[in-house]
């Protein structure tokens, strides 16, 4: 961040990932690196910053599959999910669940439904 960015912090400090949302809340950090989908974005009101020079690797969702065991079909589809999904849809379904604690089945479902693919 220095580097890329100029900037500086006053100290460095190493968490567990679950427990960065509860840091920035409550004043222990300043910053942190969350996953782009991290329901704590929405619910807390996280500020996400731009990064214009990739100093971060993407995060996107990737479909792996192995080719010859998978149906035409089947490959088709998850195409077609990977085509419509973004991350504020990801943001959100994730808030859903993991905030709201609603069904992942049902918020899938409605996700499914809202995007034509149902």
Do not use: C, K
Not at 27 to 47: K, M
Not at 86 to 96: F, G, P, S, V, Y
């Amino acid at each position: 961040l220095e580097e890329v960015y100029g900037v500086e912090f006053g100290g460095f400090r190493s968490l567990d990932p679950a427990l960065l949302p509860t840091a920035l809340t409550d004043g222990d950090v300043q910053a942190a690196n969350l996953f782009t989908t991290d329901p704590a974005i929405a619910s807390e009101g996280f500020v996400t910053l731009e990064d214009p020079e990739n100093l971060f690797g993407a995060q996107n969702v990737v479909p792996l599959i192995h080719d010859a065991s998978v149906p035409r079909e089947a490959r088709e589809v998850l195409n077609r999910v990977s085509a419509e999904l973004t991350t504020e849809d990801l943001l959100a379904m994730n808030e859903r669940v993991g905030v709201e604690h609603e069904s992942a089945d049902a918020v899938a479902a409605d996700w499914l439904s809202e995007a034509g693919l149902d």
